[in-house]
């Protein structure tokens, strides 16, 4: 990817997680509703902008090759106003102004909320390793409060401009994102668990495989598990280094 790359909602964790191992690695232009601390923290041009404002976005995209879209309200307790605004409005104005720019591919941070309530019936068994049921990415969304309707809707924006536009779309229903060790005292965080070096390959491998539209699980390859990796090692070349098991505390 020679073109700069937006990274919306930079200055989160997972944007923190992204830029930690990727920084020199492309040209970003980091974009956040909130000024950065220092600006000096963080590579190329700093952005300040809410993903609702479309002028604005439409500016921070123009000469983009890819956009990876994090920002978003990412709270499970989110409100339907602040979704309906922050993740829904906003996913729609970041991916039409990048269809309008000649935005090649769209990165989306998309939630195992999406889908949480196919754990509804299966847990606590799905959490331990005796138990083989997958989601693979292929199911229909199960949204598990309002905020997963939102990523949910976030996919599905992303299919209209794949089909409509030719766009290339990955959503990445990331698991839990815990630095430095998984969740302690916490299954579901445990087998859903994401290592900040997993999540900066896993949209390392979103931002150089060739795809149409995929939705993947961004966890680590844990021994724990409920989702499939088989489709982010078949189509994005994903290689997870971390295990939540590793950590022994459960
Ligand atoms: N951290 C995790 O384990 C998971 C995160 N996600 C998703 O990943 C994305 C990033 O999450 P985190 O980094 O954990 O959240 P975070 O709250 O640490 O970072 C989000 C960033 O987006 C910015 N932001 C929020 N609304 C904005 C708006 N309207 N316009 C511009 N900037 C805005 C915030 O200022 C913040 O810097 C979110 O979309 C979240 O839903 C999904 C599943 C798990
Ligand atoms: O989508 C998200 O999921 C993570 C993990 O969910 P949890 O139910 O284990 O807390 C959450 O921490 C994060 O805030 C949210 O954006």
């Known amino acids: 990817?020679?073109?700069?790359?937006?990274l919306t909602g930079a200055s989160g964790h997972v944007g923190t997680a992204i830029l930690d191992e990727l920084a020199g690695d492309y040209e970003w232009r980091c974009l956040d509703r909130d000024p950065p601390t220092d600006p000096d923290d963080?590579?190329?041009?700093?952005?300040?902008?809410?993903?609702?404002?479309?002028?604005?976005?439409?500016?921070?995209?123009?000469?983009?090759?890819?956009?990876?879209?994090?920002?978003?309200?990412p709270r499970k307790t989110a409100p339907w106003?602040?979704?309906?605004?922050?993740?829904?409005d906003g996913t729609q104005n970041v991916l039409s102004?990048?269809?309008?720019?000649?935005v090649e591919r769209v990165v989306f941070a998309s939630s195992n909320h999406a889908?949480?309530?196919?754990?509804?019936?299966?847990?606590?068994?799905?959490?331990?390793?005796h138990d083989d049921?997958?989601?693979?990415?292929?199911?229909?969304?199960?949204?598990g409060n309002l905020y997963?309707?939102?990523?949910?809707?976030?996919?599905?924006?992303?299919?209209?401009?794949?089909?409509?536009?030719?766009?290339?779309?990955v959503a990445v229903r990331i698991g839990n994102l815990t630095k430095d060790h998984p969740p302690k005292d916490y299954e579901r965080g445990q087998a859903m668990w994401l290592s900040y070096r997993d999540c900066a390959h896993l949209f390392d491998c979103c931002l150089t495989a060739d795809y149409d539209?995929?939705?993947?699980?961004?966890?680590?390859?844990?021994?724990?598990?409920?989702?499939s990796l088989e489709n982010a090692k078949e189509v994005l070349g994903y290689e997870p280094l971390d295990n939540s098991a590793d950590w022994n505390e459960e």
């Not at 889908?115 to 390793?129: A, C, F, G, M």
């Not at 539209?213 to 989702?227: A, F, L, P, Q, T």
């Open 133 to 143: 049921f997958r989601l693979d990415g292929s199911e229909l969304p199960r949204p």
């Open 115 to 129: 889908v949480k309530h196919y754990e509804t019936e299966r847990k606590p068994d799905l959490y331990r390793t």
């Open 42 to 73: 963080y590579p190329g041009e700093f952005v300040v902008a809410n993903v609702t404002d479309e002028d604005a976005i439409r500016d921070a995209v123009e000469g983009c090759g890819a956009v990876v879209h994090l920002a978003g309200d």
């Open 97 to 102: 102004a990048a269809i309008d720019a000649g």
């Open 148 to 169: 997963g309707v939102s990523k949910a809707s976030g996919e599905l924006l992303g299919r209209y401009y794949h089909d409509e536009h030719d766009l290339s779309f």
């Open 213 to 227: 539209y995929e939705i993947v699980y961004g966890i680590s390859d844990n021994d724990r598990k409920y989702y």
């Open 1 to 6: 990817m020679d073109d700069p790359v937006l």
């Open 81 to 88: 106003d602040s979704v309906l605004a922050n993740n829904i």
